[in-house]
C-alpha cells in the first residue's frame, strides 16, 4: 500500500467523513427527539399533502461511448429546479441536474470512466462510496474539481456486485454539497448474482432516503446549528417529499440507500411484516434474513426483498422509521395494486462473500473516535485517536496483502453515533459476520450504536 493509499484509508475512517465534514451529525433522533430539542428554526412546511406524489425513479445513465472493455460516461453538475415539496419547486445541485442523480449501472470487469464537469459555483469531488477505485480516482476531499473544470475518474468495478453510491465529497463542504442534491446511486451487477432468481427490471428499485428542512419558499434549508448536523421534518424519498409507489402483488427488491445528513432509521413496515433481507454494504449475504426492524445509519445501504403478496390488493403499507416520534415515523407509502407481478423468489443460498479469516498472530489496531474540545477551533473537533485530520500524517502502515484486525470505539462523549468506512477496500463487517447469526444481529441490531462506548469489531 502506498503512502497515499494508507491517508485516504485512514481518512475514510475519520468518522462518517465520507458523508458529512469534521464537526458535524447529531442523534438527537435516537432518543426521538426533534433536533435542537424543538421545531428548527426557519423550517418550513410543505404546502401538498403527504403521499399526493408519486415514487420518482432515477434514470439509469447511457454510457457516452462504449468498447469491448470499457464504458465512458459524461455528468456536468449544474444548479437546477425540481418540485420536491408538492406544488413547490426547490434550487438544487444536481448530477446532470437531477436530484437523486442519474443511477450508473455496470457489470463487474467493465472499466466505467466517468467525467465529471462542474457547472457550480462551489468546488466539488467525487467520491464513489464503497468503490474499489485507484486513489487517483477515489475522490479524496482535498482533490478539488473547481467551477469549470472537468475531471474523469476511473472505477474498474473488479468488485462483488453491490449496491453503491457517488457523493460530493469535498473537504469542509460535503455535508452541504450532498444536502443540495450531489448523491446518486452507482449498481455493480455480476454474473453470479444475475443468475439468481430475484427480482429484476422495475421489480429492483433503489430508495435514497433523506430527510430535509425547507424555508417557506421552497428553497433547502442547511442549517447545522452550530457544529452539528441537519436533521430535518420533511421525509424525502428519490428527491420527493413522502411519496407513494404503487406496486403489484409480489416481491421487489429494494436497494435502500441512507443518504442522510444526520439521522439514522430503523426502517419497518407499518403492518409489521418482515423485510427479507438479503444485502449490505459489501453486497449479498450468505443467505436471507428475515427481520422486521432494520437499523441504517447514514451512508450505509441495505438491500431487502418485500413480499407484497401478503397484503390484500387495494390497501396501503407505509415504509415508516421506527426511531423516530408519530409524526416524523412515515417515510413513504406503498399502494398493493393489479394481479400478480412476477415469479420472482429468495432461494435459501444467496453467495459465498469470502470472509476473511483472521489470522492468530494478526495486527490489532484500535481507533478511538471522540470529540476534542478548543485547539484553536470555534467548536467541536471530531478526532480518532485524539488527532485531527492531517492529509499529511499516515496512521498505519500496512503492508499489501497483510489482514489485520481493527477494532473502532466511539468514546461516551461522542453523544452521537460515528457510521465509519474504509475508502479503497471492502472489509469483513460485523453485519456480514451477524447476518450467520440472526437472533444476534436481531438482538443487537438496534443497539448497538448505542452502547456506550459503542463498538465495532471488523
Ligand atoms: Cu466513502
Given at each position: 500500500m502506498n503512502r497515499r493509499k494508507a491517508l485516504a484509508l485512514i481518512a475514510s475512517g475519520g468518522a462518517a467523513a465520507a458523508l458529512v465534514p469534521a464537526g458535524c451529525s447529531i442523534v438527537q433522533g435516537l432518543a426521538g427527539n426533534p433536533p435542537g430539542g424543538g421545531?428548527?428554526?426557519?423550517?418550513g412546511k410543505p404546502s401538498g399533502s403527504r403521499f399526493s406524489v408519486p415514487l420518482r425513479i432515477p434514470p439509469v445513465l447511457n454510457p457516452t461511448s462504449s468498447t469491448s472493455a470499457q464504458d465512458e460516461y459524461d455528468i456536468v453538475q449544474s444548479v437546477a429546479s425540481q418540485?420536491?415539496?408538492?406544488?413547490q419547486t426547490t434550487t438544487i445541485w444536481g448530477?446532470?441536474?437531477?436530484?437523486?442523480g442519474p443511477t450508473i449501472r455496470v457489470k463487474k470487469g467493465r472499466t466505467a470512466v466517468v467525467r465529471h464537469t462542474n457547472r457550480l459555483s462551489t468546488d466539488t469531488v467525487v467520491h464513489l462510496h464503497g468503490g474499489m477505485t485507484p486513489s487517483d480516482s477515489d475522490?479524496?476531499?482535498?482533490?478539488m474539481v473547481m467551477p469549470g473544470q472537468t475531471r474523469a475518474y476511473t472505477y474498474p468495478?473488479?468488485?462483488?456486485a453491490c449496491t453503491l453510491w457517488y457523493h460530493d465529497h469535498a473537504m469542509d463542504q460535503t455535508g452541504q454539497n450532498i444536502y443540495m442534491g450531489l448523491a446518486g446511486f452507482y449498481i455493480i451487477d455480476d454474473d453470479e448474482e444475475l443468475a439468481l432468481p430475484l427480482p429484476k427490471g422495475q421489480f429492483d428499485v433503489p430508495l435514497l432516503l433523506q430527510d430535509r428542512l425547507f424555508n417557506p419558499d421552497g428553497s433547502l434549508l442547511y442549517n447545522t446549528f452550530g457544529n452539528t448536523g441537519v436533521q430535518g421534518d420533511v421525509m424525502v424519498v428519490n428527491g420527493v417529499a413522502w411519496p407513494y409507489f404503487q406496486v403489484s402483488p409480489g416481491k421487489y427488491r429494494f436497494r435502500i440507500l441512507?443518504?442522510?445528513?444526520?439521522r439514522p432509521f430503523g426502517l419497518a413496515l407499518s403492518n409489521g411484516s418482515a423485510f427479507i433481507l438479503i444485502g449490505t454494504d459489501g453486497g449479498l449475504l450468505p443467505a436471507p434474513v428475515s427481520i422486521t426492524n432494520l437499523p441504517i445509519a447514514m451512508a450505509e445501504r441495505v438491500d431487502v426483498v418485500i413480499d407484497f403478496s401478503t397484503i390484500p390488493v387495494g390497501t396501503s403499507v407505509y415504509l415508516i422509521?421506527?426511531?423516530?416520534q408519530p409524526s416524523l415515523q412515515q417515510l413513504m407509502r406503498f399502494d398493493v395494486t393489479g394481479s400478480a407481478a412476477n415469479d420472482a423468489s429468495v432461494p435459501a443460498q444467496l453467495s459465498n462473500p469470502g470472509f476473511l479469516t483472521r489470522p492468530a498472530n494478526a495486527t490489532t489496531r484500535n481507533w478511538y473516535l471522540g470529540p476534542s474540545f478548543g485547539g484553536g477551533h470555534s467548536g467541536v473537533m471530531w478526532t480518532i485517536n485524539g488527532q485531527e485530520f492531517?492529509?499529511?500524517?499516515?496512521d498505519a502502515s500496512v503492508p499489501l496483502g497483510q489482514i489485520e484486525f481493527w477494532r473502532f470505539f466511539n468514546n461516551p462523549a461522542s453523544k452521537m453515533l460515528h457510521p465509519a468506512h474504509m475508502h479503497l477496500a471492502h472489509i469483513s463487517k460485523s453485519w456480514s459476520g451477524m447476518a450467520d447469526h440472526p437472533s444476534l444481529m436481531k438482538r443487537h441490531g438496534r443497539t448497538r450504536w448505542l452502547s456506550s462506548p459503542a463498538k465495532r469489531s471488523l
Open positions: 421545531t428548527p428554526p426557519g423550517g418540485e420536491i415539496l408538492p406544488g448530477y446532470n441536474g437531477i436530484f437523486p475522490g479524496f476531499p482535498t482533490d468495478n473488479q468488485q462483488r441512507n443518504g442522510a445528513n444526520a422509521n421506527t426511531l423516530e492531517d492529509p499529511n500524517r499516515s
